[in-house]
Nanobody, 124 residues
Framework: QVQLVESGGGLVQAGGSLRLSCAAS????????MAWFRQAPGKEREFVAT????????TYAESVKGRFTISRDNAKNTVYLQMTSLKPEDTAVYYC?????????????????WGQGTQVTVSS
């Protein structure tokens, strides 16, 4: 089982940028597809982006497409989420997740390891 620790959250004004990081340990990082999900207060946890084991294939939620970029560095055991043109509706706790399948999914089901989350707040 891989352990995940997110960092990089914070408070930013609308239109600003943030980069989230998720450091993995405890297992071979390149064996996992990785994803970011988010959960706003009173709402269900929702899919944001996923990246396959090699970094060559990515998928995004429509709400973030063109603004967010997911990437990974297998040498550093880290996955990133670069967020630009942030909007107040992006405010949420962002979670990193790992799936033992080589390719990710927008469903929560394949993801067996989750980080503790990092808060992102976008002010208007």
């Amino acid at each position: 089982q891989v352990q995940l620790v997110e960092s990089g959250g914070g408070l930013v004004q609308a239109g600003g940028s943030l980069r989230l990081s998720c450091a993995a340990s405890g297992s071979t990082f390149s064996n996992y597809a990785m994803a970011w999900f988010r959960q706003a207060p009173g709402k269900e946890r929702e899919f944001v982006a996923t990246i396959n084991w090699s970094g060559g294939y990515t998928t995004y939620a429509e709400s973030v497409k063109g603004r967010f970029t997911i990437s990974r560095d297998n040498a550093k055991n880290t996955v990133y989420l670069q967020m630009t043109s942030l909007k107040p509706e992006d405010t949420a706790v962002y979670y990193c997740a790992a799936s033992s399948y080589k390719f990710g999914s927008s469903s929560r089901i394949p993801y067996t390891s989750w980080g503790q989350g990092t808060q992102v707040t976008v002010s208007s």
